[in-house]
Nanobody, 123 residues
Framework: QVQLVESGGGWVQTGGSLRLSCAAS????????IGWFRQTPGKEREFVAA????????FYGGPPQGRFTITRNTAKNTVYLQMNRLEPEDTGVYYC????????????????WGQGTQVTVSS
């Protein structure tokens, strides 16, 4: 089983930056994709970004609009989401997930999920 732990969330003013981390442990494999999603109460879970752990290929959803960057550190089994120019609309719980599918933009593409980290952007 793969365990995922998110960290790096917090409170920031509009225009600020945060760097989220997703640390994977347990029985990990180098062909996993790691994706980031965010959730606001009353709204459907939204795909943010994903990265292939073996190839390092990034994929981005619509919400970041060029403001987010996903990277990985394979030695640490950790994926980072650098979030810049944050806006109040970016507020939510951010989850990372692991999967082996060639698709990365949907909940069903992932098998393991972390518990999330809260991001709050104040106006």
């Amino acid at each position: 089983q793969v365990q995922l732990v998110e960290s790096g969330g917090g409170w920031v003013q509009t225009g600020g930056s945060l760097r989220l981390s997703c640390a994977a442990s347990g029985r990990t494999f180098d062909n996993y994709n790691i994706g980031w999603f965010r959730q606001t109460p009353g709204k459907e879970r939204e795909f943010v970004a994903a990265i292939s752990m073996n190839f390092g290929s990034p994929f981005y959803g619509g919400p970041p609009q060029g403001r987010f960057t996903i990277t990985r550190n394979t030695a640490k089994n950790t994926v980072y989401l650098q979030m810049n120019r944050l806006e109040p609309e970016d507020t939510g719980v951010y989850y990372c997930a692991a999967g082996i599918s060639d698709r990365v933009t949907s909940d069903g593409d992932y098998t393991f999920w972390g518990q999330g980290t809260q991001v709050t952007v104040s106006s």
